[in-house]
């Protein structure tokens, strides 16, 4: 086979353990607090990442110069699981699910990045959706399975600061080339950093007595490893081989399959609410990657 085909089976199955990233936070947050999941999480993580750092052996200012993007990355994990904790799998995957759009209008903002007609439009069915699952839970009282404003807010932000790192270390990258190794290793570090110090500010518990059960440490290890490492180094090999439009398609991959997951282990059904706004997020990305892949042919 060829490396195209190795690259795209590498976005399939990445797409397919994120896809489990729900169903792995809703196990780690019961009865546990968030901010100590996270640390767990991105101190093994980080501990299994050091040998390729060290073997990278980048200079003190690159550090320096990815320190507050990581910060602002590593926001993304308390909130992300104070937000799973009360709202559904679902809600989070499909507001996470518009990262794509939200991040194309932060680049215009922020960088001044241009976006086609078609892009925009696709950007704004996108948006309306992911605002319709936020306030979703207003309408559909009684169902708990349309998630919960407050923890719809918590995802949502924690999806914005996701975005406004990718932008950055995009940046990074292109004028000062530094290394996805190096972008991925701090966040890694920043973000168990920060979870250890809001788990003692609030005085949390570092081993809960039910932790030391094997389905808790394997699910902690399966996220520390399969969610955060595997994939990493999945997704990264892969975009070498593959457009970023094409890899880009990771994010149907993984909603798609997320649905099935939140189905099979937590019970979570889909209502007529989540699956309009759903539809119109996964339709505003479709409009606006075929308005990318126009622009790219245009430009040849």
Not at 54 to 77: D, F, G, H
Request: aromatic content about 12%.
């Amino acid at each position: 086979m060829s490396k195209r085909t190795y690259a795209l089976i590498a976005i399939i199955v990445a797409g397919i353990l994120w896809s489990t990233a729900g169903v792995a936070a809703k196990t780690l947050v019961k009865d546990v607090s968030p901010f100590v999941v996270g640390f767990w999480r991105f101190f093994i993580a980080s501990l299994c990442i050091i040998p390729f750092c060290i073997k990278e052996k980048k200079s003190l200012i690159t550090w320096r110069q990815l320190l507050i993007p990581s910060t602002i990355a590593a926001l993304n994990v308390p909130l992300y699981y104070v937000g799973i904790q009360l709202t559904t799998a679902n809600s989070a995957s499909l507001i996470f699910t518009a990262g794509p759009l939200v991040t194309a209008v932060l680049s215009y903002i922020l960088i001044r990045e241009k976006n086609s007609l078609s892009k925009w439009i696709g950007i704004l069915l996108g948006l309306v959706g992911v605002l319709f699952i936020i306030l979703l839970p207003v309408f559909e009282k009684g169902q708990s399975i349309a998630g919960d404003v407050v923890g719809n807010v918590f995802i949502t932000s924690g999806m914005l600061s996701w975005t406004i790192y990718t932008i950055w270390s995009r940046k990074l990258r292109s004028v000062m080339h530094v290394s996805p190794l190096a972008t991925t290793a701090m966040h890694f570090f920043v973000s168990s950093l920060m979870c250890l110090i809001l788990a003692l500010v609030t005085q949390q518990s570092f081993l809960p007595t039910h932790v030391f059960s094997y389905t808790y440490i394997g699910t902690m290890v399966y996220s520390a490893l399969f969610l955060t490492l595997v994939t990493y180094f999945l997704f990264q090999w892969a975009i070498e081989h593959v457009s970023a439009t094409t890899a880009s398609f990771k994010q149907y991959i993984e909603t798609v399959f997320a649905v099935l997951m939140n189905a099979i282990f937590l019970g979570e059904t889909l209502t007529l609410g989540l699956v309009g706004g759903g539809l119109l997020v996964i339709l505003g990305l479709t409009i606006a990657t075929i308005g990318k892949v126009n622009s790219v042919r245009r430009n040849k």
